[in-house]
Nanobody, 128 residues
Framework: QVRLVESGGGLVQAGGSLRLSCAAS????????MAWFRQAPGKEREFVGR????????VYADSVKGRFTISRDNAKNTVYLQMDSLKPEDTAVYYC?????????????????????WGQGTQVTVSS
């Protein structure tokens, strides 16, 4: 497992942008699939997106596709979530997660139960 620490959350107006970071400790960061999930009050934790080896190998939930971008810097052991055109419904605690596995199909690797390591979460609040 790896230890994950998120940062970058905060309060932003609708239409604004935020960039979240997730720093990982441990070895072989590049071999992990990294994902972002979010959980709003009273709701289940939901998949936002994931990234495998390269910045081109990404998958997103339909609700954020075209607005959010996941990237990773393997040299810095860090994964990022760039969030643009934010909406009030994006308000949630955002979690970084890691799994030491790979998926060939884009509809896989979207369940929270497929990830072994989690960060503590960072709050994102979008005001209308």
């Amino acid at each position: 497992q790896v230890r994950l620490v998120e940062s970058g959350g905060g309060l932003v107006q609708a239409g604004g942008s935020l960039r979240l970071s997730c720093a990982a400790s441990g070895h072989s960061f590049s071999t992990y699939t990294m994902a972002w999930f979010r959980q709003a009050p009273g709701k289940e934790r939901e998949f936002v997106g994931r990234i495998q080896w390269t910045n081109e190998d990404t998958v997103y939930a339909d609700s954020v596709k075209g607005r959010f971008t996941i990237s990773r810097d393997n040299a810095k052991n860090t994964v990022y979530l760039q969030m643009d055109s934010l909406k009030p419904e994006d308000t949630a605690v955002y979690y970084c997660a890691a799994a030491r596995r790979w998926w060939s199909a884009s509809d896989l690797g979207r369940s929270r139960y497929e990830y072994d390591s989690w960060g503590q979460g960072t709050q994102v609040t979008v005001s209308s």
